[in-house]
């Protein structure tokens, strides 16, 4: 993901495509564009990685509350599914992870030995804290966020299960396992498409505001091989923005969408279920939002900016004329005069 001066790149080429990873549509290097530009993508990647390994978690968990598989269990499906569309680095290795057992006390796996805190080294972060300057939606990547640092406040989350209530037996209904597990892969297959959708959302966002010209199809390219987001899906990304690079969102291309489409009544199913069964869902339940959101012709943010024309005169758009506008909204109110001059200056 290099960035900075071309002909530095051209000067280092040769040594950083012998040096990269190499995969059947070429070694995983590419210039990025100018200074800036490579470690910003190279901190969405980092962002999107966030994003992916909530998702499994989260559905880790569903397979262990609701189905009740043991450990030995989930490693087989996490292994079935790399075997087919959800192939990926992260789902090989959760796959090992669930098998491995636990060589110090000679009991049960590692993984249920390891406390429920999870790290980070800031750049998850960074690309949400982007995102929100950039006003670039990307719930699965704040909701894996919002999941870390909940998991630091162990102390604080083991008093809250002894006094706050999670949801009763009665709310939870009969799950046909087969079926569910068929709903599982198509939510995560999903979600990871929309994880992707807002990431690079995002860097073409900070590409056309910073005149980088990003190629989006070349990132899921140089992703596909030695990076921790590599998976089989990328295949179908790069093509989507290959046969169209102006995409303003990846699902918008045809193909993309009919396989979301195609997932939609799983993946509500899945949020249903960790909802009645009191699982927190962040990355799954907020991309679905996301999703839900982004395919609404009509939202409910008039309510929102009528509020707050109405506590602060912040003006709104009409959709029946052009221009800011402004209501008296009780008697209590006043004018405020000429709306324009609220903006003059700004541009």
Known sequence: MFGGPFDAYKELEMILTSCAAQTSTGPCVQYIGPIGSGNYVKMVHNGIEYGDMQLIAEVYDVMKIVLGLDNISMSKVFDQWNKGRLESYL?????????????????????????????????????????????????????????????????????????????????????????????????????????????????????????????????????????????????????????NPYLPNLMFDPAIAAELNSCLASWRNVVIACANHGIPCPALGGTLNYLDSFRTESLPANLTQAQRDFFGGHTYERIDAAGPHHCVWTDAHKDIGNIMERTRGEN
């Open 91 to 243: 789902i090989e290795i959760t796959a090992i992870i669930l098998s491995r057992k636990d060589d110090i006390t000679r009991k049960g796996h590692v993984l249920d030995h390891i406390l429920d805190k999870t790290g980070g080294k800031g750049t998850g972060k960074w690309t949400v804290q982007e995102a929100a300057e950039l006003s670039v939606s990307a719930p699965a990547i704040s909701g894996a966020l919002d999941a870390r640092l909940l998991s630091g406040r162990k102390e604080e989350r083991v008093k809250a299960s002894k006094i706050l209530m999670g949801p009763s037996t009665s709310s939870q209904s009969v799950i046909d396992n087969d079926q569910f597990m068929e709903d599982l892969e198509k939510a995560l297959y999903a979600a990871k498409i929309c994880n992707y959708a807002q990431g690079l959302s995002l860097i073409k966002c900070a590409s056309d505001t910073k005149k980088w010209d990003i190629n989006l199809a070349g990132c899921a390219r140089i992703w596909k091989g030695g990076c921790i987001i590599r998976a089989a899906i990328l295949d179908k990304v790069q093509a989507a923005y290959t046969a």
